[in-house]
Nanobody, 123 residues
Framework: QVQLVESGGGLVQAGGSLRLSCAAS????????MGWFRQAPGKEREFVAA????????YYTDSMKGRFTISRDNVKNTVYLQMNSLKPEDTAVYYC????????????????WGKGTLVTVSS
Protein backbone atom coordinates (compact mmCIF):
# COMPACT_ATOMS: atom_id res chain seq x y z
CA GLN A 1 0.00 0.00 0.00
CA VAL A 2 1.09 3.54 -0.77
CA GLN A 3 -0.56 6.63 0.66
CA LEU A 4 -0.16 9.91 -1.21
CA VAL A 5 -1.09 13.35 0.06
CA GLU A 6 -0.81 16.42 -2.13
CA SER A 7 -0.45 19.99 -0.90
CA GLY A 8 0.46 23.42 -2.18
CA GLY A 9 -2.51 24.20 -4.39
CA GLY A 10 -4.34 27.50 -4.24
CA LEU A 11 -5.28 30.63 -6.10
CA VAL A 12 -2.63 32.42 -8.13
CA GLN A 13 -2.66 35.13 -10.77
CA ALA A 14 -1.66 34.40 -14.33
CA GLY A 15 2.10 34.54 -14.68
CA GLY A 16 2.63 33.44 -11.10
CA SER A 17 4.17 30.31 -9.64
CA LEU A 18 3.21 27.50 -7.31
CA ARG A 19 5.01 24.48 -5.98
CA LEU A 20 3.00 21.36 -5.34
CA SER A 21 4.20 18.68 -2.97
CA CYS A 22 3.16 15.07 -2.63
CA ALA A 23 4.14 13.17 0.50
CA ALA A 24 4.28 9.40 0.19
CA SER A 25 4.17 6.71 2.82
CA UNK A 26 3.71 2.99 3.10
CA UNK A 27 6.41 1.55 0.84
CA UNK A 28 10.02 2.38 0.11
CA UNK A 29 9.62 5.64 -1.78
CA UNK A 30 12.93 5.33 -3.57
CA UNK A 31 11.85 2.11 -5.27
CA UNK A 32 9.13 3.45 -7.56
CA UNK A 33 8.32 6.08 -10.15
CA MET A 34 6.02 9.01 -9.52
CA GLY A 35 3.84 11.16 -11.72
CA TRP A 36 1.66 14.24 -11.71
CA PHE A 37 -1.64 14.42 -13.55
CA ARG A 38 -4.36 17.03 -13.71
CA GLN A 39 -8.04 17.27 -14.45
CA ALA A 40 -9.64 20.52 -15.49
CA PRO A 41 -13.38 21.12 -15.08
CA GLY A 42 -15.31 19.21 -17.71
CA LYS A 43 -12.21 17.55 -19.12
CA GLU A 44 -10.50 14.21 -18.84
CA ARG A 45 -7.53 13.71 -16.60
CA GLU A 46 -4.24 14.31 -18.40
CA PHE A 47 -0.61 13.50 -17.83
CA VAL A 48 1.61 16.33 -16.64
CA ALA A 49 5.00 14.86 -15.72
CA ALA A 50 6.71 11.76 -14.38
CA UNK A 51 10.00 10.90 -12.76
CA UNK A 52 11.88 7.65 -12.28
CA UNK A 53 12.84 6.26 -8.90
CA UNK A 54 16.12 8.16 -8.73
CA UNK A 55 15.26 11.12 -10.95
CA UNK A 56 17.45 10.08 -13.87
CA UNK A 57 14.54 10.01 -16.29
CA UNK A 58 11.91 12.70 -16.46
CA TYR A 59 8.97 13.11 -18.81
CA TYR A 60 6.67 16.04 -19.52
CA THR A 61 3.70 16.78 -21.66
CA ASP A 62 5.02 19.04 -24.42
CA SER A 63 2.75 21.95 -23.54
CA MET A 64 4.19 22.08 -20.03
CA LYS A 65 7.82 21.55 -20.85
CA GLY A 66 9.81 24.59 -19.84
CA ARG A 67 7.19 25.87 -17.42
CA PHE A 68 6.80 22.90 -15.07
CA THR A 69 9.55 20.99 -13.28
CA ILE A 70 9.12 17.68 -11.50
CA SER A 71 11.60 16.62 -8.85
CA ARG A 72 11.79 14.25 -5.91
CA ASP A 73 13.50 13.98 -2.56
CA ASN A 74 13.90 10.35 -1.57
CA VAL A 75 14.96 11.31 1.95
CA LYS A 76 11.77 13.29 2.53
CA ASN A 77 9.62 10.80 0.58
CA THR A 78 8.23 13.68 -1.41
CA VAL A 79 7.75 14.54 -5.07
CA TYR A 80 7.35 18.14 -6.20
CA LEU A 81 5.91 19.97 -9.14
CA GLN A 82 7.22 23.48 -9.62
CA MET A 83 4.86 25.42 -11.87
CA ASN A 84 5.93 28.74 -13.35
CA SER A 85 4.34 31.18 -15.80
CA LEU A 86 0.94 29.81 -14.90
CA LYS A 87 -1.96 30.36 -17.27
CA PRO A 88 -5.71 30.29 -16.64
CA GLU A 89 -5.85 27.05 -18.65
CA ASP A 90 -3.64 25.43 -16.00
CA THR A 91 -6.60 25.59 -13.62
CA ALA A 92 -7.29 22.02 -12.53
CA VAL A 93 -7.14 19.52 -9.73
CA TYR A 94 -3.60 18.18 -9.66
CA TYR A 95 -3.01 14.58 -8.61
CA CYS A 96 0.16 12.75 -7.78
CA UNK A 97 0.36 9.04 -8.47
CA UNK A 98 2.75 6.18 -7.93
CA UNK A 99 3.73 3.51 -10.42
CA UNK A 100 5.30 0.55 -8.66
CA UNK A 101 8.26 0.11 -10.93
CA UNK A 102 11.58 1.92 -10.98
CA UNK A 103 11.19 3.47 -14.42
CA UNK A 104 7.98 5.18 -15.47
CA UNK A 105 6.10 3.60 -18.35
CA UNK A 106 3.38 5.57 -20.14
CA UNK A 107 1.89 2.31 -21.36
CA UNK A 108 1.05 1.17 -17.87
CA UNK A 109 -1.42 2.59 -15.41
CA UNK A 110 -0.60 4.17 -12.11
CA UNK A 111 -1.00 2.02 -9.05
CA UNK A 112 -1.89 4.56 -6.38
CA TRP A 113 -3.38 8.04 -6.45
CA GLY A 114 -3.66 10.94 -4.09
CA LYS A 115 -6.88 12.86 -3.60
CA GLY A 116 -5.65 15.91 -5.45
CA THR A 117 -5.05 19.58 -4.79
CA LEU A 118 -6.87 22.38 -6.58
CA VAL A 119 -4.92 24.99 -8.53
CA THR A 120 -6.84 28.03 -9.73
CA VAL A 121 -5.16 30.55 -12.01
CA SER A 122 -6.96 33.84 -12.40
CA SER A 123 -6.59 36.06 -15.45
Amino acid sequence: QVQLVESGGGLVQAGGSLRLSCAASGRTFSSYAMGWFRQAPGKEREFVAAISWNGDRIYYTDSMKGRFTISRDNVKNTVYLQMNSLKPEDTAVYYCAAQLRSQYSSGLGMDYWGKGTLVTVSS
